[in-house]
């Protein structure tokens, strides 16, 4: 069974900076990709960014130009850098990763953005 933990999350200011990790029980290639979801209070959870196994990324319209999601395989870590952070990026941070017969989630670390 795969397990993702998630870390790094906290309570930081507005225009601050936070990288989450997201540690893979397994090797990350057996993912067709890994994605980070978040999820505010009395909102959907929502997809921040994803990267293939090929190494494609995507991002939400409100990471794009703050968050850089990236890998590192020989760790089977994947991170999500969040830079000049806002009150609205509060939420818990899920990791996710998905093979064509499987979904997997970590329980999620949460972000504190305060102004």
């Known amino acids: 069974q795969v397990q993702l933990v998630e870390s790094g999350g906290g309570l930081v200011q507005a225009g601050g900076s936070l990288r989450l990790s997201c540690a893979a029980s397994?090797?990350?290639?057996?993912?067709?990709?890994m994605n980070w979801y978040r999820q505010a209070p009395g909102k959907q959870r929502e997809l921040v960014a994803g990267?293939?196994?090929?190494?494609?990324?995507t991002y939400a319209d409100s990471a794009k130009g703050r968050f850089t999601i990236s890998r590192d395989v020989a760790k089977n870590t994947v991170y999500l850098q969040m830079n000049s952070l806002e009150p609205e990026d509060t939420a818990s941070y899920y990791c996710?990763?998905?093979?064509?017969?499987?979904?997997?989630w970590g329980k999620g670390t949460l972000v504190t953005v305060s102004s």
């Open positions: 397994g090797n990350i290639f057996l993912f067709n990709a």
């Open positions: 990267i293939t196994r090929g190494g494609s990324t």
């Open positions: 996710n990763a998905f093979t064509y017969r499987d979904d997997y």
